[in-house]
């Protein structure tokens, strides 16, 4: 048995559905990507959890896991000219896996600006989001495609919102980057189906601190007014992640909108 085999089989003891699978998530320090991570794991992949500054963060959550084989190596959303550290995160996976099955882009970065007040949302700025959610989730996939190949039932699930659609969202820059996301998921789908199926999971406002300035009455007011009355939690986002590469085994350049109702 060789050394992919050996990482790969590891946890093949564990009884979920993903026993076998390496998984990576970028953002997978707090919110929606930590969520991510737990049920991942709790299915019996082999995560990787990617963080941009919460190393500390990351640590203490793979120390939790279930299983064996979880790690932490940091993903920024932006990489430098050089093209570190993705660069050196493909070639450790490829030395140490031969392969990704699942990629959960679920990093992320905003700022609360009034969609009026273009004053504070200056071309610099515009520019500094679009290139950190739809810049960054670009570079991150091309990145492992060739790895996400080598799986050959491999799945990539890029967290999105509901803002690509409506227009509404923590700012305009922000809508259009996930606009971009999913457009960008569709163009993927085309290209790489044979191997690789590509899907956004789109809620609307979850509960986390992602958005500086929203609290909970904020959230609570919002979800009273959706037909389902409740708040969309990160493991409601983890779920439906989940359900993309378990279950909906015929789906693919598409988004699954899970907003309560908001949308309506």
Known sequence: MNEHSKLRDNDSHLQGTLAGKLAVVTGGSSGIG?????????QGAQVVIGYN????????????LPGSGH?????????TDEGYPLDVLVKELGAQAGKVDILINSAGY???????????????LFNEILLANAGGTFAITRALIPLLEESGDAVVVNISSVSAFTGAGSN???????A???VMTKSFA????????????SPASVDTDFVGGRNRDELEDKAAKTPLGRIVTPDDVATAALACISHLRTATGTHIVIDGGFTL
Not at 53 to 64: F, K, L, M, V
Not at 71 to 79: E, G, H, K, S, Y
Not at 190 to 201: E, N, P, Q, S, T
């Open 34 to 42: 930590a969520a991510c991570v737990r049920q991942l794991a709790v």
């Open 190 to 201: 085309r290209a790489f189906g044979k191997g690789i199926r590509f899907l956004c999971v």
């Open 180 to 182: 971009a996301v999913d």
């Open 110 to 124: 905003t700022r609360r600006i009034p969609h009026r007040d273009l004053d504070s949302l200056d071309p610099s």
């Open 53 to 64: 500054s919460g190393a500390q963060r990351a640590e203490e959550i793979r120390r939790t």
């Open 172 to 178: 305009i820059a922000y809508c259009a980057s996930k």
């Open 71 to 79: 790690r932490c190596m940091q993903i920024p959303l932006v990489a």
